[in-house]
């Protein structure tokens, strides 16, 4: 366990003055423990006959980061940019490979609706080829035209990118959206890339991770919330 401190002003925001100190823990594991082809089975919760859908799910993880946020103290303007970034964290699940690969391809029944949580206890990586669905987030987060001036909208894009372990700095190719151009693709890898660096300059290391700790939290809260049949 280590100890890190936090400046804070006199409103409860990161900044400067009254310094915070919290503590965190290392887990000794390389990084690629956490970055293998086939950990996107550990983004889905298994419920039987239970599924939650990608938009119940998106919704869910928007309130507990907003209630994260505020519990902490940040501004309202980090809460609200928190809270959209949980709202769309989970929208590259929207692809048809990837609801094949979790046994919800769509039948063309319009009840049809796709999921976060599934109800199998598998995980077709054959379909999946590699690609991950928070890549697929974030080029829908990067094309909504009511972020675009957004302020905070770097942050947002990068706490989507981010809340699985990839865009730190990269994402490798097999993880690339495949409905779009791979020059494309090409392109947002590498502003993730830029994004990540200029953050770290804006907010540092520590305050940057931390903010993602909140949307990482928020996330595992609802999965393990709807687990329990709480949500």
């Known amino acids: 366990m280590r100890y890190c401190d936090i400046a804070q002003d006199e409103s409860g925001a990161i900044g400067s003055g009254e310094r915070l100190q919290f503590a965190y823990f290392l887990h000794r594991s390389s990084s690629e423990h956490y970055l293998r082809e086939d950990d996107d089975i550990a983004s889905l919760g298994f419920e ?12 869910d993880v928007e309130r507990y980061a907003r209630e994260l946020a505020e519990k902490i103290g940040l501004p309202s303007e980090l809460v609200s940019a928190l809270g959209i970034a949980g709202k769309k964290h989970d929208e590259g699940k929207n692809r048809d490979w990837w609801q094949a690969a979790i ?16 109800t199998h206890n598998n995980f077709d990586h054959s379909l999946n080829q590699g690609y991950r669905h928070e890549f697929g987030s974030l080029a829908e987060a990067n094309a909504d035209e009511c972020l675009k001036a ?12 981010a809340h699985h372990g990839y865009a730190r700095p ?7 959206d495949r409905n779009l151009p791979r ?34 939290a928020a996330d595992a809260l609802a999965s393990r919330d709807f687990s329990r049949g709480a949500l």
């Open 170 to 176: 990269h994402f490798p190719a097999r993880a690339f």
């Open 150 to 161: 957004h302020p905070h909208r770097d942050l947002i894009l990068h706490l989507i990118a």
């Open 183 to 216: 020059a494309l693709a090409q392109t947002l890898m590498e502003e993730a890339m830029q994004r990540f660096s200029r953050l770290q300059r804006q907010y540092g290391w520590w305050q940057l991770v931390y903010l993602e700790a909140i949307v990482k």
């Open 103 to 118: 046994g919800n391809a769509n039948d063309g029944n319009p009840a049809w609706k796709p999921l976060a949580k599934s």
């Open 48 to 59: 039987g006959e239970r599924g939650r859908t990608v938009a119940e799910h998106d919704g």
